[in-house]
């Protein structure tokens, strides 16, 4: 795991900040911030879900290959 610079933390997906909204009540702002959370807490998963898949078709290729070899005798 890799650690941080000194004096700089991680940000995490809780600390995201909403624009500035003048004159709504504190209980739809909180409400938009969990919405925003939420969302980006969605397309990181996204973004790690498609990591994952591209890792998996690299492997299904690289394993194509090795099989292509093997069956022709050439290793």
């Known amino acids: 795991m890799k650690s941080e610079p000194a004096g700089r933390c991680r940000m995490r997906i ?6 500035a909204v003048n004159g709504l009540p504190d209980d739809v702002y909180h409400m938009l911030h969990d919405s925003f959370v939420d969302i980006a ?15 998996s078709r ?15 005798g050439h290793f």
Do not use: H, N, T
Request: glycine share 2%; proline share 3%; net charge negative.
């Open 41 to 55: 807490k969605m397309r990181r998963s996204i973004e790690s879900a498609d990591a994952l898949i591209d890792q």
């Open 58 to 72: 690299e492997a299904i290729f690289e394993s194509r290959e090795m099989l292509e070899r093997l069956r022709g």
């Open 14 to 19: 809780e600390d995201l900040r909403v624009p």
